[in-house]
């Protein structure tokens, strides 16, 4: 197997982790709540205190990685949560487990850019699309998982049981990362002279400054940022508050939800894959509205709806069947919405998407906090299911709005994007 397959597999292992990490608390939500006496309001806020420190710490510990490589960067970052995930599992009240799940997130930042930067080093340029939707497809596998082995774990051993196991198999990744992988296959003993030929040595590509006064009274910008920013107002309900919602607020058993829990990330697994196809199959045979802003609207429109009619049946299987093909439509648009940061960036495309994640992480710490107020307000978790529903409506047609043809630096052409096939690997000489 070619070396940079294996980096692939080592980086598709990493966010597996992370993803049972990192839901691990959400499948456990409702028995840590009865064991800490937390109501909803003070959740909420043990969920926003991973995404405010996640969303604080991504940028610098990505500047990291650039600096001193992802070889060591990513150790200590999976280092760093496992610990913090075992910690997890020891905490008594609620003010050391809102301290905990804030360096849970300060620890975990970082992750995915490190990981692109792996990529970058390891993939050359025709391969590294179909490279970088491993990312992907390891947090819906992960999101699939989670509940099906947290729900044994916790009713065999307890739901602390749950977070020192997780934090443990970070340990093991760490350990083999640091001790195998090399920041560059030119370091790495093993890797054939015709391989590192065809990923090629690294270039240096020096971008201009991004000018961001102007940049933020850009209006196709403004209209990404708030797409996005809307879209994690819905989408972050499935990774905090879904198992609450099944268990408690639908009157699941444990081991129901545990069950019903897994289906929606199994059907995002699905989106994501057709979201890729169908968007540059669209590319190829219409225009790049129609494949990225067509195909986007309709499915945050879509996903939106079936959240509402979900949150109005008093069926909880129909709920469940509602709430699975929702987060499946939903994740068609999650690698149609980081294709257009390219299409309208350019040579700015990683600051461009940069902005598009820190939106979405604002939207995702204020719907995780909002929530638990809006159930307890409300007094039911289907009614406060209804704003996170038309935030999604909301960002399909801010989606619809954006012009994918229209850079958003007018004088930064984009790099020509080629959908052919690369040629044949190079066989050794």
């Known amino acids: 197997m070619p070396y940079r397959f294996r980096v692939c597999a080592l980086l598709f292992a990493l966010v597996f982790v992370m993803y049972l990490d990192r839901l691990c608390i959400a499948v456990a939500g409702p028995r840590m709540q009865h064991d800490l006496g937390l109501t909803p309001i003070r959740w909420g806020w043990v969920m926003g205190a991973f995404t ?37 599992g020891a905490v008594s009240s609620f003010a050391i487990l809102l301290g905990v799940r804030f360096l849970f997130g300060a ?32 947090t819906s596998m992960g999101g699939a998982v989670t509940p099906l082995l947290v729900v044994w774990i916790e009713q065999h051993y307890g ?17 083999f990362w640091y001790w195998w992988f090399r920041d560059s296959p030119w370091q790495k003993a093993g890797v054939s002279q015709a391989e590192r030929e065809w990923i090629g040595k690294p270039a240096v590509v020096h971008a201009p400054p991004v000018p961001w006064s102007r940049l933020l009274r850009n209006r196709n910008f403004q209209r990404l940022l708030l797409m996005y920013h809307t879209y994690c107002w819905g989408v972050y309900f499935f990774l ?10 639908r009157g699941l058993t444990e081991q129901q939800m545990g069950i019903a829990s897994s289906l929606p990330a199994c059907a995002g697994l699905i989106g994501i894959v057709a979201g890729g196809y169908w968007s540059d199959r669209l590319a190829k045979r219409h225009s790049l509205r129609v494949a990225r802003c067509a195909l986007g609207s309709a499915s945050l429109i879509t996903a939106g709806l079936c959240l509402i009619c979900a949150s109005l049946t008093a069926d909880v299987w129909r709920t469940v069947a509602l709430l699975t093909l929702g987060l499946g439509v939903l994740d068609v648009m999650l690698p ?50 209804l704003p996170l529903s038309a935030m999604l409506l909301v960002s399909g047609l801010f989606f619809a709005w954006i012009d994918p043809a229209d850079p958003l630096l007018a004088e930064q052409k984009a790099p020509e994007l080629s959908f052919a096939e690369p040629s044949p690997y190079p066989p050794e000489p």
């Open 240 to 249: 905090t508050w879904l198992s609450t919602y099944l268990q408690v607020g």
């Open 52 to 88: 405010l420190s996640y969303a604080l710490f991504e940028l610098p510990s990505g500047m990291l990685g650039d600096r001193i490589g992802p070889r060591k960067v990513l150790t200590r970052i999976v280092l760093w949560w496992s610990m913090f995930t075992a910690l997890t």
């Open 336 to 385: 149609v919405a980081w294709s257009l940061c390219v299409d309208i960036g350019g040579v700015h495309s990683g600051s461009i998407s940069g902005a598009m994640n820190m939106a979405g992480q604002i939207g995702s710490l204020l719907s995780s906090v909002l929530f638990g107020y809006l159930v307890e307000w409300l007094g039911s978790y289907d009614r406060a299911l």
């Open 159 to 175: 739901w602390r049981m749950a977070f020192y196991l997780f934090g443990a198999l970070g340990l093991f990744w760490a350990g």
């Open 107 to 138: 620890g975990e930042a970082g992750s995915f850019p490190n990981c692109a930067s792996a990529i970058s080093r390891w993939v050359p340029k025709q391969e590294r699309a179909r490279a970088s939707s491993v990312f992907f497809l390891a």
